[in-house]
């Protein structure tokens, strides 16, 4: 089965970036196209604390959404260098919200034929209480997912 419009989801992990080497190499084979993504946790809108706070709260969000983006877009240029690195081509994207719900939403709304994912992020205590990413992909995603070790 030829899988040629190829989206890698990407979190800055060792993991993620070797996924995206893998995914560099198929799309490589197969004469395909890729997009590389990157999501941004959504930092919540609701108040940490509620009263005298409220504006210094605000601030402290938008401050943190500022520095996510920051972290973003450095996780994106380093993937841009791995890409052209292994002799590929690619699209970009930054997305915000849910890393799973984001990376299959996209992924269905942009038709692609498969999403690649690393098995492990950086997130390994949150990992242990809700699931990791990529099973959460695995498991709601209409399209087929593969999970590099």
């Given at each position: 089965?030829?899988?040629?419009?190829?989206?890698?989801?990407?979190?800055?992990?060792?993991?993620?970036y070797?996924?995206?080497?893998?995914?560099?190499?198929h799309?490589?084979?197969?004469?395909?196209?890729?997009?590389?993504?990157?999501?941004?946790?959504?930092?919540?809108?609701?108040?940490?604390?509620?009263?005298?706070?409220?504006?210094?709260?605000?601030?402290?969000r938008?401050?943190?959404?500022?520095?996510?983006?920051?972290e973003?877009?450095?996780?994106?240029?380093?993937?841009?260098?791995?890409?052209?690195?292994n002799?590929?081509?690619?699209?970009y994207y930054?997305?915000?919200?849910?890393?799973?719900?984001?990376?299959?939403?996209?992924?269905?709304?942009?038709?692609?034929?498969?999403?690649?994912?690393?098995?492990?992020?950086?997130?390994?205590?949150?990992?242990?209480?809700?699931?990791?990413?990529?099973?959460?992909?695995?498991?709601?995603?209409?399209i087929?997912?593969?999970?590099?070790?």
């Open positions: 089965m030829g899988f040629k419009k190829v989206v890698v989801a990407i979190d800055g992990s060792k993991h993620s070797h996924a995206l080497k893998k995914a560099v190499e799309v490589n084979e197969v004469s395909g196209e890729l997009t590389v993504v990157h999501i941004v946790p959504d930092t919540g809108s609701a108040p940490i604390i509620i009263g005298d706070f409220s504006t210094a709260q605000y601030d402290y938008r401050k943190l959404k500022e520095v996510k983006i920051e973003a877009e450095q996780i994106i240029n380093r993937a841009k260098q791995e890409v052209q690195e002799g590929g081509t690619s699209q930054i997305l915000e919200g849910d890393p799973a719900n984001s990376i299959c939403q996209f992924s269905e709304k942009e038709n692609f034929d498969l999403i690649i994912i690393g098995s492990r992020g950086l997130g390994s205590f949150k990992e242990m209480v809700l699931g990791s990413v990529s099973h959460k992909v695995a498991q709601t995603s209409s087929p997912v593969m999970i590099i070790k």
